[in-house]
């Protein structure tokens, strides 16, 4: 008897082959995907047209970079760190070979409600204003960004998390309906969140239930408030971003290289403040000293965790349907194969590397990867990505992939989605800061 089951252990065991160097090689491609497209980029066909569209998606990456990272109620350069590293790691393990990663407005307003509860604008003052840290910024803004990295850390880890757990083929359940509904509706909420800079009001966090209306109540109820500085140079913005995009699109085809409307906006602006003292003189409020070059890597603060998981569920569901459907259209378009679970490895580590690097959550964004096909991408079936990357004042810019028209139908904005969360008690928010200044903002 005990022979027989010997026999049937050695059967086993001789089933159960040692991984030879095939094996590794063959898992290898499979979970880095850069390894199967690299050796066969056609440089001399797609270099020159993926250069040029990614030298301008660059352009455009650096303006929603500053806007996400205010929507996400940290300071502006986070939004120029998260659009560079997200996009190195996604080359390396995602399967979208059209998806523009980085800074996303959906996760971003997800973000800012942990930020905003766990740090609330009105403890700024209580606050040290000193330039100690890291980064040159005071002790307020180092608080809050430890709180988006620490969404987006454990978003991260739970995406990595339904990756083990081969949850990517359960998407199917989530039909492109779903998928624009969520997203045409929670563009109000980008809209909304962004109508006290547009009006130049000081106006305090509002969120929870029926939070949108009570934002436009606030509004009218102090309507008086509004300045018209801030009003006359938002609309201006508006009309000329509007007006020269159509312009940009409408004749597309008679020029090589469109007009990158948001970099030449931003430059003007910039010029005009520092000329007229807009600041001092009218009150506006600027962005200010942003941090030049890319810094250290710092582990994300532990011991908030707990505090931010609802917000890293959001980050991690919202942000890996958004990037799957983008993914998956085009992969249905040019006719190529996206692995579902394997986009949950790429987009979780994306947000884990990210985040020790003081990056905001990121996600797959329409605007910028309807963006690739606009400026002139010519590779399509074959395209691999090529990040360029300038470390300049202050750093970055990357990413060059191709897109289609078609994947307008599938996601029709780029938006926010908000969710309402309970305010956590004062002694929880003392708590939480004290944390938070004890050993992650030195």
């Known amino acids: 008897m005990t022979g027989a089951k010997k026999k049937k252990k050695s059967m086993l065991w001789g089933k159960m082959h040692t991984p030879q160097c095939e094996d590794i090689i063959q898992w290898c491609r499979k979970r880095l995907p850069i390894l199967d497209w690299a050796p066969h980029y056609n440089l001399k066909e797609n270099l020159l047209p993926d250069t040029v569209s990614g030298i301008m998606l660059a352009v455009q990456q650096v303006t929603q970079g500053l806007a996400f990272a205010v929507l996400s109620s940290v300071h502006p350069v986070f939004g120029l760190y998260g659009s560079l590293f997200p996009a190195i790691i996604y080359a390396i393990f995602g399967m979208g070979r059209h998806v523009a990663t980085g800074t996303f407005a959906l996760t971003s307003l997800i973000s800012a409600n942990a930020v905003e509860r766990i740090v609330p604008q009105n403890i700024q003052n209580l606050t040290t204003q000193s330039n100690t840290s890291v980064l040159g910024l005071s002790d307020f803004e180092m608080q809050r960004i430890h709180v988006a990295v620490a969404v987006s850390f454990l978003g991260g880890v739970i995406q990595v998390a339904m990756f083990v757990l081969q949850l990517g083929s359960a998407t199917f359940v989530v039909t492109e309906p779903v998928i624009s509904a969520m997203t045409t509706g929670a563009a109000t909420h980008v809209v ?9 009001m000081k106006m305090p966090y509002i969120s929870g239930p029926l939070g949108f209306f009570y934002i436009y109540a606030y509004v009218f109820e102090n309507i008086k408030s509004v300045r018209l500085e801030a009003l006359l140079l938002s609309l201006l913005s508006i009309v000329v971003l509007v007006l020269v995009k159509e312009l940009n699109e409408q004749f597309k085809k008679k020029i090589k290289v469109v007009l990158p409307v948001d970099l030449v906006l931003i ?32 582990a994300p603060p532990m011991n908030i965790l707990s505090a931010v998981i609802t917000e890293a569920f959001g980050v991690a569901l919202v942000g890996y349907v958004a990037s799957l459907a983008l993914a998956q259209g085009s992969a249905k378009k040019f006719k190529y194969s996206i692995d579902d679970n394997q ?12 985040s020790f690097f003081f990056c905001i959550p990121s996600a797959a964004a329409m605007g910028r990867t309807a963006g690739l096909y606009s400026t002139g991408a ?16 202050p750093l970055v810019f990357l990413n060059a992939k191709k897109f289609y028209t078609d994947l307008m139908n599938i996601i029709q904005k780029e938006n926010a989605y908000n969710q309402p969360f309970d ?14 200044s004890n050993g992650n903002c030195n």
């Not at 403040?273 to 003189?281: F, G, S, V």
């Not at 986009?343 to 884990?352: D, V």
């Not at 010519?378 to 004042?393: G, Y």
Request: net charge neutral.
């Open 378 to 393: 010519k590779t399509q079936e074959n395209l691999q990505q090529v990040k360029i990357i300038s470390i300049n004042n």
């Open 423 to 436: 305010d956590t008690s004062k002694c929880e928010q003392n708590t939480l800061l004290n944390s938070l």
């Open 267 to 298: 430059i003007a602006a910039s010029f005009a403040c520092y000329c007229t003292n807009m600041e001092n003189t009218y009150g506006l409020e600027v962005v200010g000293r942003i941090p030049q070059g890319i810094p250290s890597p710092r």
């Open 192 to 200: 909304t969140s962004q109508v006290k800079y547009l009006l130049g």
């Open 343 to 354: 986009e949950f490895l790429a987009h979780g580590l994306s947000n884990i590397v990210s």
